[in-house]
Antibody, heavy 122, light 108 residues
Framework: EVQLVESGGGLVQPGGSLRLSCAGS????????VDWVRQAPGKGLEWVARIRNKANSYSTEYAASVKGRFTVLRDDSKNLVYLQMNTLKTDDTAVYSCARVKLGPIKYFDYWGQGTLVTVSS | EIVLTQSPGTLSLSPGERATLSCRAS???????LAWYHQKPGQAPRLLIY???SRATGTPDRFSGSGSGTDFILTISRLETEDSAVYYC?????????FGQGTKLEIK
């Protein structure tokens, strides 16, 4: 069974840092791209970042709202993807979920984790 | 950046009725790379439709997607109470891989 489980959320002050983890199981983790998506309280979904697989040089993409502050990394030996979040702002408060990107040319999100809550507040 | 606008914001219908949800893109979505997801309270989003009209594994045939270019429709025929959820469209053809703001479907 494919599973994605996020961890690492919590309360952090504005300007602080936090690192989220996304653990994958039930599939060959290293083959897949993994994205991060966030959902602010009572709001819709916002795509945050993507990390590709080794065959695509682990290249990354970011939403404009987080570029330069967030970094996505992966450790395929541990089946983990990380989202390093720096210089956090109150607007970054959200549930952060990771999602597996379908293999092949049609890259929709076929599995999602339940998410981890990040609260940025003083 | 492609902006997706969904309408209506909220839809309230009765069991057995048909729901029509719209997703309009600010520019053409390449290769109809458009997906529909639904999300129930406290749950992760679940894929319903990909490539505008292909049903994902496990999606009932009451759900159908159509459209191309900038205009896309999700139709749910014969509504059931379990269809209550927020429905999101997403384009995955060009970065940033944007979502619509969602349509809340209430089954009376």
């Amino acid at each position: 069974e494919v599973q994605l489980v996020e961890s690492g959320g919590g309360l952090v002050q504005p300007g602080g840092s936090l690192r989220l983890s996304c653990a994958g199981s039930g599939f060959t983790f290293s083959d897949y791209y993994v994205d991060w998506v966030r959902q602010a309280p009572g709001k819709g979904l916002e795509w945050v970042a993507r990390i590709r697989n080794k065959a695509n040089s682990y290249s990354t993409e970011y939403a404009a709202s987080v570029k330069g502050r967030f970094t996505v990394l992966r450790d395929d030996s541990k089946n983990l993807v990380y989202l390093q979040m720096n210089t956090l702002k109150t607007d970054d408060t959200a549930v952060y979920s990771c999602a597996r990107v379908k293999l092949g040319p049609i890259k929709y999100f076929d599995y999602w984790g339940q998410g981890t809550l990040v609260t940025v507040s003083s | 950046e492609i902006v997706l606008t969904q309408s209506p914001g909220t839809l309230s219908l009765s069991p057995g009725e048909r729901a029509t949800l719209s997703c309009r893109a600010s520019q053409s979505v390449s290769n109809t790379y458009l997906a529909w997801y639904h999300q129930k309270p406290g749950q992760a989003p679940r894929l319903l439709i990909y490539s505008a009209s292909s049903r994902a594994t496990g999606t009932p045939d009451r759900f159908s997607g159509s459209g191309s270019g900038t205009d896309f429709i999700l139709t749910i025929s014969r509504l059931e109470t379990e269809d209550s959820a927020v429905y999101y469209c997403q384009q995955y053809g060009s970065s940033p891989y944007s979502f619509g703001q969602g349509t809340k479907l209430e089954i009376k």
